[in-house]
């Protein structure tokens, strides 16, 4: 189903996320590239299967214009999230990166809660 993909794909990206902040810094390149992996996955279980269901979930006659919001959705939240984190490094003190990748999480345990909300309460299908 997908918002099991979408929810686990969510909770990897908020695990790595917070990993990032709460491991030390002297750990090796190879812990770093490791968590930063699980994040990219994370992100991945999260992204394709929210694509294909926003595709398919809408009639054909439509695909163009669902084809068009998905781009216009993906440049909305690539500018919104910048925005965020520049808020984050803006009200971050002596930590301006942490506040930065706390609002990410936050956003990763958002999506989390929304895909839970969708297990449980799914959208009829349109066609």
Same mark, same amino acid.
């Given at each position: ?6 929810g686990?794909?969510?909770?990897a990206m ?11 810094s ?7 590239a490791?968590?930063?992996l699980l994040?990219?996955?994370?992100? %991945? &279980?999260?992204?394709s299967? $929210?694509?294909? !269901?926003?595709?398919?979930? @809408?009639?054909?006659?439509?695909? /163009?214009?669902?084809?068009?919001l ?9 500018s919104?999230g910048t925005?965020?984190v520049?808020? %984050? &490094?803006?009200?971050?003190? $002596?930590h301006? !990166?942490?506040?930065?990748? @706390?609002?990410?999480?936050?956003? /990763?345990?958002?999506?989390l809660?929304v895909?839970v909300?969708?297990?449980f ?7």
């Open positions: 189903q997908v918002a099991v993909l979408c686990l794909g969510a909770f908020a695990f790595a996320m917070t990993l990032l902040l709460i491991l030390p002297s750990l090796s390149f190879f812990y770093l490791a968590v930063m994040g990219g996955v994370g992100f %991945g &279980f999260f992204q299967p $929210n694509n294909h !269901a926003l595709l398919t979930g @809408a009639p054909k006659r439509r695909s /163009a214009a669902i084809g068009a998905q781009a216009i959705m993906r440049v909305f939240g690539q919104f925005a965020l520049a808020i %984050g &490094f803006n009200i971050g003190g $002596n301006p !990166a942490v506040a930065g990748v @706390a609002m990410a999480i936050v956003c /990763a345990l958002g999506a809660l895909n909300l969708r297990y309460h799914p959208a009829p299908d349109i066609q």
